[in-house]
């Protein structure tokens, strides 16, 4: 068990909808990460965020938007889902002071868009 | 062409064997250089990371990076069942900069370690 806490761990909905996971890192970290996992692309960094702040961005789409709470929870949210949106979306954090190379992974939730 | 390629397998070895998984990688920017291991339906989890170029040794693991040709391996010696996962190289670059916790990662390596 890495510390990190994902919900919901199954998600299915339709093309269309819009949907939001949720993360808890790490006590202590201040750093969340959002990925993409798919057969064909891999695992692919989305967003990143430091104690509230977006510090770095990757391929995410602009249908996709995420923020950092002051509890330091993070969501991600999908809206206008293609069909190629379904995935594993895994979130992941860093403890500070490191160079974010260690970072812990959550299990997962499974988007299955119809 | 992908920034980090990685021979996706799968790989299949008896026990006891010693296993070689790589990568290559195209951008130069890259100083850290770990290997996570991704069991079925689970997150995946850091194994070793080594920054810049040279070898590391854990246990049965050890990680080599040679930066002058872009290469990075990973050995795993006298390979047990409960080391068959998904092996994912991923690399990132200094410290800093709006990249700063972009892990970039191959596609994985699928290992089958069988009795």
């Known amino acids: 068990d890495s510390g990190v806490t994902q919900t919901p761990k199954h998600l299915i909905t339709a093309t269309g909808q819009r949907v939001t996971l949720r993360c808890s890192p790490r006590?202590?970290?201040?750093?969340v990460y959002w990925y993409q996992q798919s057969l064909d692309q891999g695992l692919q960094f989305l967003i990143q965020?430091?104690?509230?702040?977006?510090?770095a961005k990757g391929n995410i789409l602009e249908r996709f938007s995420a923020q950092q709470f002051p509890d330091l929870h993070s969501e991600l949210n999908l809206s206008s889902l293609e069909l190629g949106d379904s995935a594993l979306y895994f979130c992941?954090?860093?403890?500070?002071?490191?160079?974010?190379?260690?970072?812990?992974f959550g299990p997962g939730t499974r988007l299955t868009v119809t | 062409q992908k920034e980090v390629e990685q021979d996706p397998g799968p790989l299949s070895v008896p026990e006891g064997a010693i296993v070689s998984l790589n990568c290559t990688y195209s951008?130069?920017?890259?100083?850290?250089f770990m290997w996570y291991r991704q069991y079925s339906r689970k997150g995946p989890e850091l194994l070793m990371y080594?920054?810049?170029?040279g070898n590391k040794e854990d246990g049965r693991f050890t990680a080599q990076v040679d930066k002058s040709s872009k290469y990075i391996s990973l050995f795993i010696r006298d390979s047990q069942p409960s080391d068959s996962a998904t092996y994912l190289c991923?690399?990132?670059?200094?410290?800093?900069?709006?990249?700063?916790?972009?892990?970039?990662f191959g596609q994985g390596t699928i290992l089958t370690v069988h009795p």
């Open positions: 992941a954090s860093s403890p500070s002071g490191l160079a974010g190379y260690e970072q812990y």
């Open positions: 006590s202590g970290d201040l750093s």
């Open positions: 965020y430091y104690n509230g702040e977006e510090r």
């Open positions: 951008n130069s920017a890259f100083q850290y």
């Open positions: 080594t920054y810049s170029s």
């Open positions: 991923a690399m990132k670059g200094a410290a800093g900069g709006t990249s700063y916790g972009k892990l970039t």
